[in-house]
């Protein structure tokens, strides 16, 4: 299904356009987002609603496993304060930290979350 139809099954809230394959992939015909383009994006999307912590956890595991760093996520939380506000990225950053292993509080590697927090 080409673009134009998706987007006419979304404005009338089709069943089932919004559901995703194991990969976490929509359904549809193939995307021509990748899975770590997808993953970003969700990530950004997760900032933008004021997502809770765990939620933050969960992507950022997906992302890794899609090849993200955890530079790449922390470029998309910057790359999108223009959009969300200051105040979204403030409340944001500490619970992505935290998703990638690193307490901003301790300033250190927590050893658990996703495991990619370098430095």
């Not at 089932?16 to 021509?32: F, H, I, K, P, Q």
Request: hydrophobic fraction near 50%.
């Amino acid at each position: 299904m080409d673009y134009t139809e998706r987007l006419r099954r979304l404005a009338i809230n089709a069943e089932r356009l919004g559901e995703t394959s194991a990969e976490g992939v929509g359904t549809g015909d193939a995307s021509v987002l990748d899975a770590k383009a997808l993953a970003l994006a969700r990530i950004a999307a997760l900032v933008a609603m004021g997502g809770a912590e765990p939620s933050f956890g969960s992507l950022a595991d997906a992302a890794v496993s899609a090849g993200a760093t955890a530079v790449e996520m922390v470029d998309v939380l910057t790359g999108i304060i223009d959009i969300v506000g200051v105040p979204r990225a403030v409340v944001a950053a500490p619970q992505l930290a935290m998703a990638l292993g690193y307490d901003l509080d301790e300033g250190g590697d927590r050893g658990g979350g996703a495991g990619v927090w370098r430095g």
